[in-house]
């Protein structure tokens, strides 16, 4: 008698285990997220993700930069001791460093991006794809984030349009 509820139980407890295994998979099969074929791919490189720069502003707090067709020199100014003070471990303005060299920038990427990178990168990095591109391309180091100001950020931007 014994062995006959020791076998019912091995059972039952087998059916519920094997019912909890459907009802996962049921679950997985119902999921919204769409098939890995059908979503978009990252950039296999930084020149691919670079491909649409023009219509990259990147991820952040800005969404839209006028820029007046002289630049202002007062403000380059004060973006060049933000540079200076906040920047120059990691960047140096005319050559590769441990990051990139900001001179030409302005040709490269929208002052958005710049602002977006520069107040954003943790944001920057896991997002955008030009970010993630330049992470890798700079064997992992991933900028960092020295807590500026939109206005900062927008000196900076300021001072990087003298660097051509």
């Not at 460093?97 to 990168?121: Q, S, V, Y």
């Amino acid at each position: 008698m014994k062995s006959n509820k020791s076998t019912y139980l091995i059972l039952i407890s087998l059916l519920f285990i094997a019912s909890c295994g459907s009802s996962t998979q049921e679950k997985d099969n119902t999921s919204k997220e769409p098939p890995k074929s059908m979503l978009k791919s990252e950039p296999a490189t930084l020149e691919e993700a670079e491909r649409d720069w023009k219509d990259n502003k990147g991820i952040g707090p800005v969404s839209g930069v006028e820029l007046a067709a002289e630049i202002d020199q007062k403000m380059a100014e004060e973006g060049k001791a933000v540079y200076e003070a906040k920047c120059t471990a990691c960047h140096k303005a005319e050559k590769q460093f441990i990051g990139p060299a900001p001179k030409g920038i302005m040709a490269r990427r929208t002052p958005e991006w710049i602002m977006n990178m520069i107040l954003n990168p943790e944001g920057m990095v896991a997002e955008d794809p030009i970010a993630k591109q330049l992470l890798i391309k700079f064997n992992g180091s991933p900028m960092a984030n020295q807590n500026l100001t939109e206005q900062e950020a927008r000196t900076v931007v300021e001072y990087f349009r003298t660097l051509n």
